[in-house]
């Protein structure tokens, strides 16, 4: 079930949307386990894998082959790259996804940096800004965001050179500035959360971006705002070709 994140925004809407027959799932992860410090590339590793997993299971009766989307936020979007990752490198028994995977929105997501310290710093501030009645409750520590940031960045890297973003649709939701209207952490900029890939969507979050607008498409048409994610959203009810 869609849950509401104190970091990076507000999945809820989800639930509210007609998806017209399409399956959607959600994954849930152990956020404490992630921040514990000393195995953060490890966990994140075995949480992708069990991403996989999940998803091979669902699709394993499946008569026809369909797409594959992901809509992530913040540290879940960490997650569903390393999971194309390990999808691209054991792809005997994980091809199908890495084959499929048609689109992908990062709500909120560390793509980008200017080198490890900056990340840090990144990820520090988002960290301890939401620490306090969030999800990540009292887990967070220096040594978390240590090791947290040296997990993205090695990760980002690898999902470059995995080309997976070449033969997707990439949609990047980003932070604006300091905006009261918006649950997004303006550590997760423009610049940190788009990818800068070739044909990549790049959408500024605001208040029209809340669960309130995605309850239909008419009332988003009405209110016109962001067309571009409206778009986007029908690329995920898409018959399967």
């Given at each position: 079930m869609p849950w509401r994140n104190q970091g990076a925004?507000?999945?809820s809407w989800m639930r509210y949307r007609h998806w017209e027959g399409k399956r959607v799932m959600s994954f849930g992860y152990d956020v404490r386990r992630i921040l514990a410090g000393h195995q953060t590339r490890e966990v994140i590793r075995k949480q992708a894998l069990q991403l996989l997993d999940d998803l091979m299971s669902?699709?394993?009766?499946?008569i026809m082959r369909?797409?594959?989307?992901?809509?992530?936020?913040?540290?879940?979007?960490?997650?569903?790259?390393?999971?194309?990752?390990?999808?691209?490198?054991?792809?005997?028994?994980?091809?199908?996804?890495?084959?499929?995977?048609?689109?992908?929105?990062?709500?909120?997501?560390?793509h980008r940096s200017d080198g490890i310290s900056d990340m840090e710093n990144r990820i520090a501030r988002f960290l301890f800004g939401r620490s306090m009645n969030s999800k990540f409750g009292d887990a967070v520590t220096?040594?978390?965001t240590e090791s947290l940031a040296a997990a993205t960045v090695e990760i980002n890297g690898l999902f470059l050179l995995s080309k997976n973003i070449l033969r997707t649709h990439v949609v990047?939701?980003?932070?604006?500035?300091?905006e009261k209207d918006i649950d997004m952490d303006?550590?997760?900029?423009?610049?940190?959360?788009?990818?800068?890939?070739?044909?990549?969507?790049?959408?500024?979050?605001?208040?029209?971006?809340?669960?309130?607008?995605?309850q239909n498409q008419q009332k988003m048409q009405l209110r016109t705002y962001n067309p571009r994610l409206l778009n986007c959203l029908d690329l995920l009810t898409e018959k399967p070709s």
């Open positions: 925004g507000d999945s669902e699709r394993k009766n499946d369909r797409p594959i989307s992901f809509l992530a936020h913040d540290i879940g979007g960490i997650i569903v790259k390393d999971a194309l990752i390990a999808a691209n490198l054991y792809s005997k028994t994980y091809g199908d996804i890495f084959d499929y995977t048609r689109f992908m929105i990062f709500y909120g997501c560390p220096m040594k978390s990047s939701i980003y932070a604006g500035g300091y303006p550590v997760f900029d423009i610049y940190c959360s788009t990818l800068g890939a070739p044909f990549e969507r790049q959408i500024k979050c605001g208040s029209a971006d809340q669960a309130e607008i995605f």
